[in-house]
């Protein structure tokens, strides 16, 4: 397919309760390249295999839990034409301009349905991956330090509206629904998890429904095997990193994952595996009494704190 309009998720800025402890943790343990860190004290990273300069962002706050995320667009003109449509559908945007955040242009921000700050941005600047552009090596050393994702995949957010969400993201901002997760039959089975793509990947951003708006469930990060998520669960281990659930494959989207804490309390996700979906493909539905397999394929657990824990 064609990749036009929204791209893919560019950048999450994350708070962390102590800026240095967990510059050292996504740099060390998971693994990922600090690019840069700006006035305000936030500090930057990009996975190794991400040619633009930065996703994550980290804010030393108060609590833990996420600022806003980010998603690249194909040029301005798309983000001029985003703005005009979510305007036109009653959307209040803004323009942040650009270099408020490093190596980053100006950004169209406003709020979703489900209380969380939302962006579109065209420019971000191209560092490459450190291999080159010519002949380059298939990895360099930044592949093997940490758990070394290959990049910032996508985020589940949790917060009321997801219906209101994606009436957003499908009629407006050009995502689909790929699967998704209904509630019980006595609630007459609303959708309660919806899995969007702007991409042929089983989702760049997901949402399930939450009374409390603006709420972070996980940032992930994709890993190129299922040994490699073995191996993260290993260097998981070796740091005492305190594990939700996995290593296991989910039902919904097949990912083989394992999620775990920050050390603020943000859950992470590392991942492999799902499955690459197209444009005429119908969605996939979890119904609420399957759900366990969706969460937990191998053994169906409805983990309490997966379920629960938002931050
Ligand atoms: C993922 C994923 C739920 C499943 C989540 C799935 C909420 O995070 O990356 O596939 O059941
Ligand atoms: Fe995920």
Known sequence: MAITGVMRAGHAQLRVLDIQVS??????????????????????????????????????????????VGYR?????????????????????????????????????????????????????????????????????????????????????????????KALFTEVLGFRLVERILGPVEAGEPEVGIFLSCSNKTHDIAFVEHPNPGKLHHVSFRLNSWERVQRASDIMGMNRVPIDMGPTRHGVTRGETIYAWDPSGNRFETFAGG??????????????????????????????SFLGVVS
């Not at 939302?118 to 490459?128: D, I, R, S, Y």
């Open 73 to 165: 667009v194909l040029d301005a003109a798309s983000l001029d034409q985003f703005e005009r449509d979510l305007n036109a559908r009653g959307v209040a945007t803004r323009r942040i301009p650009a270099g408020e955040m490093l190596e980053t242009g100006e950004r169209l921000r406003f709020t979703l349905p489900s209380g969380h700050e939302f962006e579109l941005f065209a420019e971000k600047a191209h560092v490459g991956n450190g291999l080159g552009l010519k002949n380059p090596p298939p990895w360099g050393p930044d592949a093997e330090h940490g758990m070394a994702p290959v990049r910032f995949d996508h985020c589940l957010l949790y917060g009321p509206n997801v219906a209101a969400v």
């Open 275 to 304: 499955y690459e979906p197209y444009p005429d493909w119908e969605p996939i539905t979890w119904t609420f009494d399957e759900f366990g397999h969706g969460l937990d394929y191998p053994t169906g657990t409805l983990h309490e």
């Open 23 to 68: 510059r050292k943790f996504y740099r060390d343990v998971i693994g990922l390249v600090e690019t840069g860190e700006d006035a305000q004290g936030r500090v930057y990273f990009k996975a190794w295999d991400e040619r633009d300069h930065n996703s994550i962002v980290l804010r030393q706050a108060d609590s833990a839990g996420v600022d806003f």
